[in-house]
């Protein structure tokens, strides 16, 4: 593993018409992993990085081995910190060289791809129906390719006297759900968020000597 090295970018576009996409670069990996990745093995792209704390001291033989850590346990404890930074899909992986001793694969993830691209809703809203029973009927057909619900907005208290047939993209459709929240949207790790404008989904971070700048 002494050669191994990971590269990757993250794309977001803060907006519903397009989804975080991931791209990673691999370096050096053995064959066998080589082939599970390029394979049909794995479906899915979890990125976690940070920083472990005060490392102890460890053997010559132990540089550069990768160590597992689990996803359920990010944050901020005894002195490490780490998070999930990008989970995603993986549309497709190739391998190539960048010289004649360094080989790499190269993913590319996107976040919810599956819901995102082919989420198609088929539906009838009955006379009577909000915005809410709009965007909960949405969710249905997104729930259906892996997605889930995070934060929404106050959806307004209009009843709408007559019924409406949905048929189309779901997001393309979801759209309108924003529109008349005042909001947008966007799948982020695998679930829709939907903030009025001029709200986040995080304050601000601090940085400074007391956050651990340096210098």
Partial sequence: LSDFKVTFTIDWFNISSASRVGTFKIYNLSADTVNRITGQEFSKVRLIAGYDGIAPEVAA?????????????????????????FSGEIRYSVTGKDSPIDSYVLIQAADTDLAFATSITNQTLAAGYTTEDMFRLLMKDFEAKGATVGRTPVFPPTVFPRGRALFGMTRHLMDNVAAQCGATWQFVDGQLNMLPEGEYMHDAIVLNSATGLIG
């Fill in 61 to 85: 033989s132990d540089v550069g081995i990768a160590r597992e850590v689990d996803a359920d346990t990010v944050g901020q404890s005894d002195g490490r910190n780490y998070g999930l930074i």
